[in-house]
């Protein structure tokens, strides 16, 4: 099975799929990066200015970089990641008359694996400092997953690289199928 990186396509450049702005700001924008289940959850708000873009997606991109799936994607994707998300609520209203606009989940991937296969990849560390200490920054170009170490899981972060989610080709052609998403893959 192959696995991708998936991202928000920045290149359309129609402005017409909406972006999602947090009404509030949050102590940990990073707390999905770490494969924790979140204990306490209050339903954060989102707002959506239509008038900026009026094509609801499945991914929702958002300003804090979490994975917010509407609930057709959630039943789309069915069984194939029930079991490595915790999903959590999100309000998404339009802006200008303050309704709710869809059911969203913040999706908070559980995996978080040990399977990055240097070997295989295409990567540089670069020095960086970071409160007056040097630390070694590890930048991937092109990543090599250790499939053995992945398994089964259909959607899942590498320890080395927490901030990006990657998905089976699986997930990737149920995504392709339907034309809302706004996502693109890299192998």
């Not at 029930?82 to 999100?90: C, T």
């Not at 998403?181 to 890299?186: A, K, P, Q, V, Y």
């Amino acid at each position: 099975m192959e696995y991708y990186l998936i991202m928000l396509d920045g290149e359309k450049g129609d402005n017409k799929y909406i972006f999602a702005e947090p009404c509030a700001d949050v102590e940990d924008q990073y707390m999905f990066q770490n494969g924790k289940i979140i204990k306490e959850w209050e339903p954060m708000q989102f707002e959506c200015d239509l008038r900026k873009g009026s094509v609801v997606i499945e991914y929702l991109g958002n300003s804090f970089g979490w994975d917010i799936f509407s609930e057709k994607a959630l039943e789309l994707l069915g069984d194939l990641i029930n079991n490595d998300v915790q999903l959590l609520p999100v309000k998404v209203i339009n802006k200008a008359t303050g309704q709710e606009i869809g059911k969203y989940f913040v999706v908070n991937v559980l995996p978080f694996l040990d399977a990055l296969d240097l070997e295989n990849s295409v990567y540089n560390y670069y020095d960086i400092d970071i409160d007056g200490r040097k630390e070694k920054w590890l930048s991937v170009i092109k990543y090599g997953i250790k499939k053995a170490k992945v398994a089964e899981h259909h959607i899942f972060r590498l320890k080395e690289s927490s901030s990006d989610v990657f998905v089976s080709e699986k997930f990737k052609k149920i995504v392709e199928k339907t034309k809302c998403w706004e996502l693109t893959f890299r192998e």
